[in-house]
């Protein structure tokens, strides 16, 4: 660093010496030089502010760094007695490690929920290092956060230091992937970076979302814009099982999307699941521009009884309008709107997977119907191959003449009246 300095005084000297000799064409050519030279060396001088984070020209130029909202003393007891209690900005903790973690569980009910985990992916963490990241995959229905901050329970192998704690509960920040989005309205999943604090020298056993202490929501500037339970938090698709054991999630997200439907357009068609709506495609590298590929997606459904992976293939109608095709012959399920809403499929790409989430705008607890050209109720009323008007024909045409059969036997089986044998014996007297 030094040397650089001593070459720009160098520069300076010369050119102060050569400035008395020049012609003016000569003297404005150096001076456009000099500005150059001094760009540089503002450059390299505030290069090295940054180094020392003595830097301030971001936050002058309105392009300030984010602020974590500050770590409070941890709040909550450590022993194996009871759920944990602290709040999402405590400072970590080592605690027991047989205290209960998640004890309330993850909802996967509630899919009206203001927020929705959708997926955890990418996580990373070596044993020599002092940190953990992984990303996830956030849906709002509301504006949406710069950050966003909860707990884990991070569980060590330590074999070989038993009298060490093996445990901590440790504050986890993920913040938006991009900030762009904050303040802003969304109907698509929003990637976010996730960072927590770990044990150099351990490796990590298993990481768990902890629902028993709450998630906060903050601006960029530091704010705190929310504190909520996770009783307001719905798991979409196998996000559940997902932040149960974190660190299997260690495949990264290249490309995703989100299709929105109606169920008006959603049906069978035979043992076909049709599925049409609105395409959000996004991808995590802004760099790559995305395509899903072929569109082949292996798509989880279920409903509630029976459950299963499907394969399907996405295809363009009038973009941003997708029809997703779905075989559903190889095992049977019959779902409600409201199953298929928050479905999720993927599919392998290079050294990542493309991943795609359903849902349905209007979704209730019906069950789905078949479209125009399913058959299977038909078939199965009219075996015959009869229309349904003509059956209908038959059983009126059949009624009426059971009506009238019915009316002929009471008539038939009317007594008839008796003979009046006063009138007769008159009669004969006459005669006589």
Not at 225 to 252: R, Y
Not at 272 to 277: A, P, Q
Not at 350 to 368: A, E, Q
């Amino acid at each position: 660093m030094k040397s650089i300095f001593i070459i720009l005084f160098l520069i300076m000297i010369f050119q102060s010496t050569l400035a008395s000799r020049m012609n003016p064409h000569m003297k404005n050519r150096w001076t456009k030089s000099s500005m150059f030279l001094n760009f540089a060396k503002k450059l390299n001088e505030r290069k090295i502010r940054k180094l020392e984070g003595t830097d301030t020209s971001d936050s002058e130029s309105g392009n300030s760094t984010s602020v974590a909202p500050p770590a409070d003393d941890y709040t909550g007891n450590t022993n194996a007695t009871g759920a944990e209690t602290a709040r999402a900005t405590d400072k970590d903790a080592d605690v027991d490690p047989n205290k209960p973690v998640s004890s309330k569980g993850f909802n996967s009910n509630k899919k009206g929920s203001k927020i929705q985990i959708s997926k955890f992916h990418n996580f990373k963490a070596k044993k020599e290092d002092s940190k953990l990241t992984f990303s996830i995959l956030l849906y709002f229905l509301r504006t949406i956060p710069y950050r966003v901050i909860f707990r884990l329970r991070v569980l060590y192998s330590s074999r070989l230091r038993i009298l060490e704690p093996s445990a901590q509960s440790v504050r986890s920040d993920c913040v938006l992937s991009d900030e762009n989005l904050e303040g802003t309205n969304s109907t698509s999943n929003i990637n976010f970076d996730c960072e927590a604090n770990k044990k150099a020298g351990y490796d990590i056993a298993n990481v768990t979302l902890n629902t028993d202490t709450g998630m906060t929501l903050a601006a960029k500037d530091g704010t705190i814009l929310e504190n909520i339970t996770f009783d307001d938090v719905n798991f979409n698709g196998n996000a559940a099982e997902e932040a149960a054991s974190i660190q299997n999630n260690n495949v990264a997200i290249k490309e995703y999307g989100d299709l929105h439907a109606q169920k008006a357009n959603i049906s069978f068609e035979g043992n076909t699941l049709k599925i049409k709506g609105t395409l959000t495609k996004t991808t995590v590298n802004t760099l790559r521009r995305l395509t899903f590929s072929d569109g082949k997606f292996n798509m989880h459904f279920e409903d509630g009884t029976n459950s299963g992976d499907y394969a399907c293939t996405l295809a363009v109608v009038t973009d941003p309008i997708y029809e997703l095709n779905c075989d559903t012959s190889g095992s049977s399920i019959d779902p409600t709107y409201a199953n298929v809403d928050s479905s999720q499929g993927n599919v392998t790409n290079g050294d990542g997977i493309d991943l795609l989430n359903v849902y349905v705008d209007d979704y209730t607890t019906d069950k789905i119907k078949a479209g125009s050209s399913d058959t299977n109720q038909n078939s199965k009323s009219s075996s015959s191959g009869l229309s349904g008007g003509a059956i209908a024909g038959i059983v009126i045409a059949c009624v009426v003449v059971l009506v009238g059969v019915t009316v002929a036997i009471i008539m038939l089986r009317k007594p008839k009246p008796p003979i009046d044998n006063t009138a007769v014996a008159e009669l004969k007297t006459d005669n006589i």
